[in-house]
């Protein structure tokens, strides 16, 4: 045994001597938690060869628990100028479906319950009659996430069969979420054809056969190919694939239930624009354009909609009664499109003014450049969002923020200053541009909550 270790376990209280006076922390935390953390503390400052008293190991143990007891997933402010942060959690959610999620956590629901009959009912009868409505569709259902819904209908529809896709259209997403694994896992062969720019009706024509099972059409929702292309149109897809008897899925990733335009957006095509074009099924994500919770629509031909519906992946990928409460909410306020964009946060945040924006960075300004005095230089840029989770990829959305330049220079001082931004209680995330840190203030809409921890101590 060395001197320092010696002296550090004679000056080391014991476990149960800490415990004794630890009832406030065992209060808090409960006594295992404590009695790991206070273990910890005794074997961190053993093997320092650190001597400590009581007091020192409960101060230990108190940071210790804090860090423990803080959520894990915390709110953000997203500044990073994407509306639609799938690393954020995507749309933030209208309060009429935040309300009705809650009630459905709380108590027992009718989730598969008909009050009518005193029978069993259908979970997703409780979003069908919506989307049917909202679409135009015969029949849908709802799973997971779009991902889900499509791996759903390429087994259901396709498995041991062929599923024809254009080259132009072998999209990855994201997080390991490649179309060509997607069809492999859901056990169907891919077959590709036409070429990356260019893919015509007589290369589908071509590969259609006995052996197809289904022709796929994926909107490439997260790049554009521009210049000598050529994607054959949804209504020539859907004759060739109705003439030879194969069913046309649409896979429109954000799929939005309105017509962007009417906001001033960019068009995005519509679920109603797809399937009145000939699709006979057509996939979407709750959680991207649509504005809802995170969910996997397919809406479409009915005698699909049920073989979907029986196929035991759809079990699996069913969704829970605390998202369909949800998701229910936010569809009913699409049927009032006047007030769409004042009730639902996704379209209101995608639709405010740069001029509300640049308001609001005025109003920011003075407060934001208080805060960092000595820090950083702070002035009110314009700028540009984006929608995001892939949607309209090349569309940007004017905007403005607060550039912040960092005083002190040198090579990673932009990085340090966004760490410093990270490292508030609630994080505030923007983006680095040109050695500047960029708030892009569009998702901005607590003020007050971002200038209070702002000017808290540090
Ligand atoms: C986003 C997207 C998906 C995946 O949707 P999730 O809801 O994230 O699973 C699939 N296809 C396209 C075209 C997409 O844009």
């Known amino acids: 045994m060395s001197g320092a270790e010696r002296r550090g376990r ?56 804090a860090r423990l007891a803080r959520p894990s997933q ?70 997971n996430n779009n991902a889900g819904a499509l791996v759903l209908a390429l087994n259901a529809l396709a498995a041991g069969q062929e599923t024809i896709v254009s080259r132009g259209e072998l999209i ?14 859901a056990g169907t062969t891919l077959r590709e054809i036409g070429t990356t720019n260019r893919t015509h009706l007589r290369d ?6 006995p052996q197809t099972g289904l022709m796929l059409k994926v909107h490439t929702s997260n790049y554009a190919i521009e210049g000598f292309t050529a994607a054959v149109p949804t209504p020539q897809l859907a004759a060739l694939a109705h003439e030879n008897g194969v069913p046309l899925v649409e896979d429109l ?32 994500s709750g959680d991207k354009l649509l504005g809802g919770p995170q969910a996997g629509l397919v809406v479409g031909r009915a005698d699909l909609i049920a073989t979907l519906a029986r196929n035991p992946l759809k079990r699996a990928l069913r969704l829970d009664k605390i998202r369909l409460a949800a998701l229910e909410a936010v569809l009913r306020l699409y049927a009032d499109p006047a007030r769409l ?27 934001v450049a208080a805060a960092l005095a000595g820090i950083a230089r702070v002035d009110i840029v314009e700028t540009r969002s984006q929608i995001g989770s892939g949607a309209l990829p090349v569309s940007l959305l004017p905007s403005a923020a607060l550039a912040l330049l960092p005083l002190r220079r040198g090579g990673r001082a932009a990085e340090a200053l966004a760490q410093l931004l990270r490292d508030l209680p609630v994080p505030v995330l923007g983006r680095i541009e040109g050695g500047r ?7 901005l809409e607590d003020e007050a909550g ?4 702002l000017s808290a101590p540090r």
Do not use: K
């Open 341 to 367: 964009a004042a009730r639902l946060p996704a379209l209101r945040l995608l639709t405010r003014a740069a001029g509300d924006i640049r308001a609001t960075a005025q109003r920011l300004q003075p407060a």
């Open 450 to 453: 971002l200038l209070a921890q």
């Open 172 to 185: 990855e997403i994201g997080g390991a979420f490649r179309l060509p694994d997607i069809m492999e896992r």
């Open 204 to 209: 589908f024509a071509a590969a259609i056969g």
């Open 253 to 284: 990733g954000s799929g939005t239930l309105v017509d962007l335009e009417g906001w001033g957006l960019p068009h995005e095509p519509t679920v109603a624009e797809a399937l009145n074009a000939g699709a006979d099924l057509v996939t979407f």
């Open 10 to 65: 004679a000056a080391l209280p014991s476990v149960d001597r800490v415990l004794q006076s630890a009832h406030a922390l065992i209060g808090a935390h409960g006594r295992a938690l404590v009695t790991e953390a206070v273990r910890e503390s005794l074997a961190a400052r053993r093997n320092a060869g650190t001597a400590a008293a009581i007091d020192a190991v409960l101060a230990d143990a108190e940071t210790a628990l």
């Open 74 to 143: 915390r709110r953000v402010f997203n500044l990073t100028g994407t509306v639609l942060h799938t690393n954020l959690g995507r749309a933030p959610l209208p309060e009429e479906a935040i309300a009705a999620a809650a009630e459905a956590m709380r108590e027992p629901t009718t989730l598969e319950y008909d009050t009518a009959g005193g029978r069993r009912g259908e979970r997703d009868d409780h979003i069908a009659g919506w989307l049917t409505r909202l679409t135009g569709g015969a029949a849908a259902l709802a799973v």
């Open 437 to 443: 840190v960029l708030l892009d203030l569009r998702c």
